[in-house]
C-alpha cells in the first residue's frame, strides 16, 4: 500500500525559509517521478516542481529560482527546499506520485507565508 507523509510546514515570514519532507511507503521512490503540488484557497490544485527517477528537476515559472526538490533514496524521501518565500505561496502543498493509472497523495501541509 503507498503512502506518503508530508511534512515541514509551518508559519514563516516572507523572505523566509521552509523545508518540506515527504516520506513514502510502499514503494520505492527511486523508480518514479515524484512531484510537489500545492492548492491555496479558493484556487485549483497547481504543479510546483517535479523530479523524475533519473535526477531531472522542473518547476513552475512562478517558484523557479526560489524553491528546490531533491530526493534522498536511502531515506525514501522526497524534499521541496523553499526560498524566498511570498504571500502568495501560501496554500496546503501535497506530495505525489502516479503509478500506472493510479495517483498518490498525501494529506497536505499547510505553509502560510505572512507578517
Known amino acids: 500500500q503507498v503512502q506518503l507523509v508530508e511534512s515541514g510546514g509551518g508559519l514563516v515570514q516572507p523572505g523566509g525559509s521552509l523545508r518540506l519532507s515527504c516520506a513514502a511507503s510502499g514503494i520505492s521512490i527511486n523508480r518514479y517521478a515524484m512531484s510537489w503540488h500545492r492548492q491555496a484557497p479558493g484556487k485549483q490544485r497547481e504543479l510546483v516542481a517535479t523530479?523524475?527517477?533519473?535526477?531531472?528537476?522542473n518547476y513552475a515559472d512562478s517558484v523557479k529560482g526560489r524553491f528546490t526538490i531533491s530526493r534522498d533514496n536511502s531515506k525514501n524521501t522526497v524534499y521541496l527546499q523553499m526560498n524566498s518565500l511570498k504571500p502568495e505561496d501560501t496554500a496546503v502543498y501535497y506530495c505525489n506520485v502516479k503509478i500506472l493509472l493510479l495517483s498518490y497523495w498525501g494529506q497536505g501541509t499547510q505553509v502560510t507565508v505572512s507578517s
Open positions: 523530479i523524475t527517477s533519473g535526477g531531472s528537476t
